[in-house]
């Protein structure tokens, strides 16, 4: 049986007299959650990954204010949508979902995937070849790292990644010229290295909000001096956020890395498509070689470790296949209703 097919096993549609009813599993990663929606949402249209996104964006938008807003959710709340694959030799597709719409790839949600499609047996304890997840970015595959048949975490292989800009500059209100690197590790985000810059800013719980303003300044202020192209995929060309790096305190630890992307949500994990983007980065500026690997903290001091696998060429970049590893951690499953008489039945979002 696919893997597919033992997912839809996992839970046919529910009603509660009149409500409709969306059952979840939900992890996190490094602290940054996920919500796995396991039914609830109608069989997707297309025949892609990247088309059923599209179905969903424009046919059910509903259903991810529901489940992604309060009372259910709250203003960083992350979610994904299982789908079939984009052909018969993928094991699943995942359509991903935040305060904003919908994503291209989330390296912290296949992680966590990876370990639900074992803990929960859609994947064979035996099995040997990875986990090939249809993203709308493309085909990522995922393995689980095992102790004594005990899944420890997990690591994925993402897309192509690639620099487009080093050392480009924007102008932002009160900081002057802000230096940033553009890249794409299955979405593009605008890095700012705190050592290429002239400003403080804690890259921790107290400068939360300063991270979330400065964040979506530097997006926005990059955005409009034309957004990003993807040489293949025009859903794929959009900026989805601001990457911060800055030094750790802890040894052994290269570096911390803070994402602000969507609608000002931040990362508690180390972003799995940004560290991808980052080594990407690291390897035009000859500071990474292939088998290396780097270890990148979050906001939450969670750990994912990163390293290049090997060159390739995509369309006119010189571009690397990323590895990124880190561990999930099943929370909690649940059922949410819709009940038809509620006046805020599709969410609100207060910061």
Same mark, same amino acid.
């Given at each position: 049986?696919?893997?597919?097919?033992?997912?839809?096993?996992?839970?046919?549609?529910?009603?509660?007299?009149?409500?409709?009813?969306?059952?979840?599993?939900?992890?996190?990663?490094?602290?940054?959650?996920?919500?796995?929606?396991?039914?609830?949402?109608?069989?997707?249209?297309?025949?892609?990954?990247?088309?059923?996104?599209?179905?969903?964006?424009?046919?059910?938008?509903?259903?991810?204010?529901?489940?992604?807003?309060?009372?259910?959710?709250?203003?960083?709340?992350?979610?994904?949508?299982?789908?079939?694959?984009?052909?018969?030799?993928?094991?699943?597709?995942?359509?991903?979902?935040?305060?904003?719409?919908?994503?291209?790839?989330?390296?912290?949600?296949?992680?966590?995937?990876?370990?639900?499609?074992?803990?929960?047996?859609?994947?064979?304890?035996?099995?040997?070849?990875?986990?090939?997840?249809?993203?709308?970015?493309?085909?990522?595959?995922?393995?689980?790292?095992?102790?004594?048949?005990?899944?420890?975490?997990?690591?994925?292989? =993402?897309?192509?990644?690639?620099?487009? @800009? /080093? $050392?480009?500059?924007?102008?932002?209100? *009160? %900081?002057? &010229?802000?230096? !940033?690197?553009?890249?794409?590790? =299955?979405?593009?985000?605008?890095?700012? @290295? /705190? $050592?290429?810059?002239?400003?403080?800013? *804690? %890259?921790? &719980?107290?400068? !939360?909000?300063?991270?979330?303003?400065?964040?979506?300044?530097?997006?926005?202020?990059?955005?409009?001096?034309?957004?990003?192209?993807?040489?293949?995929?025009?859903?794929?060309?959009?900026?989805?956020?601001?990457?911060?790096?800055?030094?750790?305190?802890?040894?052994?630890?290269?570096?911390?890395?803070?994402?602000?992307?969507?609608?000002?949500?931040?990362?508690?994990?180390?972003?799995?498509?940004?560290?991808?983007?980052?080594?990407?980065?690291?390897?035009?500026?000859?500071?990474?070689?292939?088998?290396?690997?780097?270890?990148?903290?979050?906001?939450?001091?969670?750990?994912?470790?990163?390293?290049?696998?090997?060159?390739?060429?995509?369309?006119?970049?010189?571009?690397?296949?990323?590895?990124?590893?880190?561990?999930?951690?099943?929370?909690?499953?649940?059922?949410?209703?819709?009940?038809?008489?509620?006046?805020?039945?599709?969410?609100?979002?207060?910061?």
């Amino acid at each position: 049986m696919s893997v597919y097919k033992k997912i839809l096993e996992y839970g046919g549609p529910e009603k509660f007299g009149d409500k409709l009813a969306f059952k979840t599993i939900d992890l996190h990663t490094g602290g940054e959650p996920l919500r796995v929606i396991m039914n609830g949402f109608p069989e997707p249209k297309g025949k892609s990954v990247l088309e059923y996104r599209h179905f969903y964006r424009e046919s059910y938008d509903q259903f991810r204010k529901l489940l992604m807003f309060e009372p259910r959710g709250h203003a960083d709340m992350y979610g994904c949508l299982l789908t079939p694959p984009n052909d018969a030799s993928g094991d699943f597709g995942v359509v991903f979902m935040h305060n904003e719409g919908y994503s291209t790839m989330c390296g912290h949600a296949i992680i966590a995937l990876a370990k639900l499609a074992y803990e929960m047996g859609w994947v064979e304890n035996s099995r040997k070849g990875p986990l090939k997840i249809d993203a709308p970015c493309g085909r990522i595959e995922a393995h689980i790292d095992k102790q004594d048949g005990r899944a420890l975490g997990a690591r994925f292989r =993402g897309v192509p990644s690639f620099a487009i @800009d /080093l $050392d480009k500059t924007v102008d932002i209100a *009160e %900081l002057g &010229s802000v230096s !940033y690197d553009l890249a794409y590790g =299955g979405a593009f985000y605008a890095y700012v @290295d /705190l $050592d290429r810059n002239d400003f403080e800013l *804690e %890259l921790d &719980s107290h400068g !939360y909000r300063d991270l979330i303003d400065l964040g979506m300044r530097i997006k926005e202020a990059v955005s409009n001096q034309g957004p990003p192209v993807h040489p293949f995929e025009p859903d794929l060309s959009f900026l989805y956020g601001t990457i911060f790096i800055g030094p750790s305190k802890n040894t052994g630890i290269d570096s911390r890395n803070v994402c602000v992307f969507a609608d000002g949500e931040v990362d508690r994990s180390p972003t799995g498509s940004g560290v991808s983007g980052r080594l990407a980065i690291h390897r035009a500026r000859n500071e990474i070689n292939p088998g290396e690997t780097m270890r990148i903290e979050s906001i939450t001091g969670s750990v994912f470790t990163g390293s290049v696998v090997e060159d390739v060429t995509y369309g006119p970049y010189k571009a690397v296949i990323p590895e990124v590893a880190g561990s999930a951690f099943i929370t909690g499953f649940h059922t949410f209703v819709l009940d038809p008489n509620d006046p805020l039945s599709t969410g609100f979002i207060l910061r």
